[in-house]
């Protein structure tokens, strides 16, 4: 039977998932910047139902499982720093799990952002001409940020979000990386979707390392710049500005 406590290894950072390298996990989503002279448009659709308390269930590294309830949108607070050249580094913040944060000690503001899980319509084809489309991605956006503030609208609106096809563009200069304007499509049907189409479990997508392990990251890059409240500098790339 699930519990609705926070599970002990996120209390104590004593224990947590085996691996401590996250970035195969999966994608996050993000759209490119439209601008005048090109319109960019994405086209996703959300999977989780908000209405309910989810059950995860997480395996620890003695081989035990965990069950637990817990409220949606998942929410956790998360850092996002320049590391190798690029932006794509997340880590959840340790702080509010009651312990040192070594990347909150560096001066870095923590963002708190909600998760959700989306497929991306969007076709394209890698280097050994594979086409891929329909792929899930995690959709990671800070709880004060205006595309969470059309998300919640939404929500309210329809009764949830489960199944919601949206057109999706970004528009200003400092908006978020998931966009800022939402076109409502149409009601998917989840009969339709793919096996593997089913929300993230998030805790193993942006599961909390441990204290070591961000102290060895914070002293192997104690000179890295830190974002101003986790959004990247403008002058970056856009392909190494992932924004949340």
């Not at 699930?2 to 998932?17: F, K, L, R, S, Y």
């Amino acid at each position: 039977m699930a519990n609705t406590q926070i599970p002990a290894w996120m209390q104590t950072g004593t224990a947590i998932p085996p691996k401590e390298d996250f970035s195969d996990r999966v994608h996050r989503y993000w759209l490119p910047r439209s601008t005048p002279d090109k319109k960019i448009v994405g086209e996703i659709t959300f999977l989780d139902d908000v209405s309910v308390n989810r059950e995860f269930e997480i395996e620890l590294p003695d081989g035990k499982k965990e069950k637990y309830k817990v409220p949606q949108p998942i929410r956790l607070h998360e850092h996002n720093i320049f590391l190798n050249g690029h932006w794509r580094n997340w880590y959840t913040c340790l702080a509010p799990f009651g312990f040192p944060c070594p990347i909150c000690a560096i001066q870095d503001r923590a963002g708190l952002v909600a998760y959700f899980t989306v497929i991306d319509h969007k076709e394209w084809t890698d280097k050994k001409d594979r086409v891929h489309k329909d792929e899930l991605k995690l959709f990671a956006v800070k709880v004060n940020s205006v595309a969470f503030a059309l998300i919640v609208e939404e929500i309210e609106e329809r009764g949830g979000i489960r199944g919601c096809r949206y057109k999706v563009r970004r528009l200003g200069d400092k908006s978020p990386g998931v966009g800022d304007t939402f076109q409502f499509v149409r009601k998917e049907d989840p009969a339709t979707w793919k096996p593997e189409h089913e929300p993230l479990n998030y805790l193993k997508v942006a599961g909390p390392r441990t204290v070591k392990a961000l102290e060895q990251i914070v002293g192997a890059n104690a000179n890295a710049p830190a974002p101003e409240d986790g959004v990247p500098n403008e002058a970056n790339n856009d392909a190494d500005k992932v924004q949340y």
